[in-house]
């Protein structure tokens, strides 16, 4: 039986950490990143140069190797990674269609949510399995900002890992792997980037961090409100503006830079602060889930919606600033 000791957690996490970035820092000192993915800017992009994308070749086969040790009970959500990992690969080699892609997440979401469901109703697995594929496709939206999807890894999976350690051993450990495997990344990712992190890696990360919430649910050790906290920025951030653009009739899955971390980082000329504050927000978050696990049921509600309406102010602050820039611009245009 394996255990998860504090100890343990740190242990399993710094050897994801140390695989990670041993194995990146290789492809970029051979010069195989510059051969496998290169991100060109564009219309939605915050860099001008181009770097390589390839931050999933690290993350993934790094936490699977783990995962495959240290959680057997989690190696078909391990397997279900790589399906999604080699999906987005051939997508980034030779280009695939969005149904195609569409596809592989909504059977591989399936999957996970038949493999973990206890006791579920028909509506509720759908749920499920809509909203672990709205995870895998979120992380890829929010990849695009130095040090924000590795750090909001290394937040949400840390939690995960901390809330599972006395009930699920192995989800504690799978957790603390991909927080591990996030960080050896973040390194390489911190501003100033010198890879990205890339579909190979985005799209695992939001697949693990929908199908372990959900395990973890299922199997009793935490509330169903648990995931959406401790990813609370990225679920925010990535739904108001899936809304709106549809709101707005826009093709939402076409290029964009109207994220609200990609206005912060448009106003304040510079990635880092951005990624600071949502590091803030993802601790502030993280913290309020793993307190409200001992409280009663309703206090549980209470602090979610709470915290969301927190997050509804910073977002109405950002959107106040970024109309006064946008005046100011078309101002001084006009002049």
């Given at each position: 039986?394996?255990?998860?000791?504090?100890?343990?957690?740190?242990?399993?996490?710094?050897?994801?950490?140390?695989?990670?970035?041993?194995?990146?820092?290789m492809?970029?000192?051979?010069?195989?990143?510059?051969?496998?993915?290169i991100?060109?800017?564009?219309?939605?992009?915050?860099?001008?140069?181009?770097?390589?994308?390839?931050?999933?070749?690290?993350?993934?086969?790094?936490?699977?190797?783990?995962?495959?040790?240290?959680?057997?009970?989690?190696?078909?959500?391990?397997?279900?990674?790589?399906?999604?990992?080699?999906?987005?690969?051939?997508?980034?080699?030779?280009?695939?269609?969005?149904?195609?892609?569409?596809?592989?997440?909504?059977?591989?979401?399936?999957?996970?949510?038949?493999?973990?469901?206890?006791?579920?109703?028909?509506?509720?697995?759908?749920?499920?399995?809509?909203?672990?594929?709205?995870?895998?496709?979120?992380?890829?939206?929010?990849?695009?900002?130095?040090?924000?999807?590795?750090?909001?890894?290394?937040?949400?999976?840390?939690?995960?890992?901390?809330?599972a350690?006395?009930?699920?051993?192995?989800?504690?450990?799978?957790?603390?792997?991909?927080?591990?495997?996030?960080?050896?990344?973040?390194?390489?990712?911190?501003?100033?980037?010198r890879?990205?992190?890339?579909?190979?890696?985005?799209?695992?990360?939001?697949?693990?961090?929908?199908?372990?919430?959900?395990?973890?649910?299922?199997?009793?050790?935490?509330?169903?409100?648990?995931?959406?906290?401790?990813?609370a920025?990225?679920?925010?951030?990535?739904?108001?503006?899936?809304?709106?653009?549809?709101?707005?009739?826009?093709?939402?899955?076409?290029?964009?830079?109207?994220?609200?971390y990609?206005?912060?980082?448009?106003?304040?000329?510079?990635?880092?602060?951005?990624?600071?504050?949502?590091?803030?927000?993802?601790?502030?978050?993280?913290?309020?889930a793993?307190?409200?696990?001992?409280?009663?049921?309703?206090?549980?509600?209470?602090?979610?919606?709470?915290?969301?309406?927190?997050?509804?102010?910073?977002?109405?602050?950002?959107?106040?600033?970024?109309?006064?820039?946008?005046?100011?611009?078309?101002?001084?245009?006009?002049?």
């Amino acid at each position: 039986m394996h255990t998860a000791s504090p100890l343990a957690l740190l242990a399993v996490a710094a050897l994801a950490a140390v695989l990670c970035f041993g194995i990146l820092a290789m492809l970029l000192r051979t010069g195989w990143a510059w051969k496998i993915a290169i991100d060109v800017p564009n219309q939605r992009s915050l860099h001008t140069r181009p770097v390589p994308r390839i931050g999933g070749w690290g993350v993934l086969p790094a936490a699977l190797l783990l995962i495959a040790f240290e959680a057997p009970a989690l190696r078909l959500f391990a397997a279900g990674a790589v399906v999604l990992g080699v999906v987005s690969l051939i997508d980034d080699r030779r280009g695939l269609p969005a149904r195609v892609r569409f596809a592989a997440h909504i059977v591989v979401a399936a999957a996970a949510v038949a493999l973990a469901a206890v006791d579920i109703s028909w509506w509720l697995a759908a749920a499920a399995v809509i909203a672990i594929v709205w995870l895998v496709n979120l992380f890829n939206f929010m990849d695009g900002s130095n040090g924000l999807a590795g750090g909001m890894a290394v937040f949400g999976f840390g939690t995960y890992a901390v809330a599972a350690v006395p009930a699920q051993p192995e989800l504690a450990l799978a957790a603390a792997v991909i927080a591990g495997a996030a960080l050896g990344f973040l390194v390489l990712n911190f501003n100033p980037a010198r890879i990205f992190l890339g579909d190979v890696g985005s799209v695992p990360l939001g697949f693990f961090s929908g199908a372990l919430g959900f395990w973890g649910w299922q199997h009793g050790v935490w509330p169903v409100w648990f995931p959406a906290l401790a990813f609370a920025p990225f679920i925010a951030d990535a739904t108001v503006t899936l809304l709106r653009r549809l709101a707005r009739g826009e093709k939402v899955w076409q290029a964009h830079r109207e994220h609200y971390y990609q206005r912060l980082v448009r106003l304040s000329g510079t990635h880092v602060p951005v990624a600071l504050l949502y590091y803030w927000l993802m601790l502030v978050g993280s913290s309020i889930a793993l307190m409200a696990l001992n409280l009663p049921e309703v206090v549980q509600w209470v602090m979610v919606a709470v915290w969301y309406g927190v997050l509804a102010i910073v977002g109405w602050t950002i959107d106040r600033r970024w109309q006064g820039f946008m005046r100011a611009q078309r101002e001084s245009g006009g002049n």
